[in-house]
């Protein structure tokens, strides 16, 4: 099942700079989307979500952005810090809104 | 936002074995979920619970796995008879009556032998 698919397993990148993280769906039916952020040996924490009818929310140093015509997403970090390396997840939900479907997840190490 | 606590933290377990994993919310939220992650793979869903009753289910999700709520306040995961591959990450999830985003636990480890 690979409704949600993160294709970068692995980013790496200078503090300060940008870090994009990209995440593609095909099931048609997503009508919000999700990314955490996991460090080892504890669960996934929300960072920022986008509804379907927008194609951009901000908060602090993280954006996402939705093309829902192309079907991906991305979530921006920017400046990038340390503290950011972890596993970075992307996670959609149907408008029922009953359970998430995450991608794979994307390491970033955010080099000091 | 609260998050749920989990016990324990790192369970041990021989294959055949029941095994029964607790989730504790914080406040009192309506909808519950499990899922998990087996090493080097997805967060998978496993079972979605609402009003004290199973409101979605996975594949994953077979007669082997019971969820219950018995005292309205902890919220378990049991599983019957561990097999190997049973082996792998449990976190407990929580959502309020609004919005899509889903609070997660620090999870569970689960090691079947």
């Known amino acids: 099942d690979q409704q949600v698919k993160q294709n970068s397993p692995s980013l790496s990148v200078q503090e300060g700079r940008i870090s994009i993280l990209n995440c593609d769906y095909t099931n048609s039916m997503f009508d919000y989307f999700l990314w955490y952020k996991k460090y080892p040996a504890e669960g996934p924490t929300f960072l920022i979500s986008i509804s379907s009818i927008k194609d951009k929310n901000e908060d602090g140093r993280f954006t996402v952005f939705l093309n829902k015509s192309a079907k991906h997403l991305s979530l921006h970090i920017v400046p990038s810090q340390p503290g950011d390396s972890a596993v970075y997840f992307c996670a959609a939900s149907t408008a029922a809104g009953n359970k998430l479907t995450f991608g794979g997840g994307t390491r970033v190490l955010v080099k000091p | ?113």
């Not at chain 2, 996975?58 to 599983?79: H, M």
């Open chain 2, 1 to 113: 936002e609260p998050e749920v606590t989990q016990t324990p933290s790192h369970q041990v377990t021989q294959m055949g074995q029941e095994v029964i994993l607790r989730c504790v919310p914080i406040s009192n939220h309506l909808y519950f979920y499990w899922y998990r992650q087996i090493l080097g793979q997805k967060v998978e869903f496993l079972v979605s619970f609402y009003n004290n009753e199973i409101s979605e289910k996975s594949e994953i999700f077979d007669d082997q796995f019971s969820v219950e709520r018995p005292d309205g306040s902890n919220f378990t995961l049991k599983i019957r008879s561990t097999k190997l591959e049973d082996s792998a990450m449990y976190f407990c999830a929580r959502k309020t009556g609004l919005g899509y985003e889903q609070y997660f636990g620090p999870g569970t480890r689960l090691t079947v032998t």
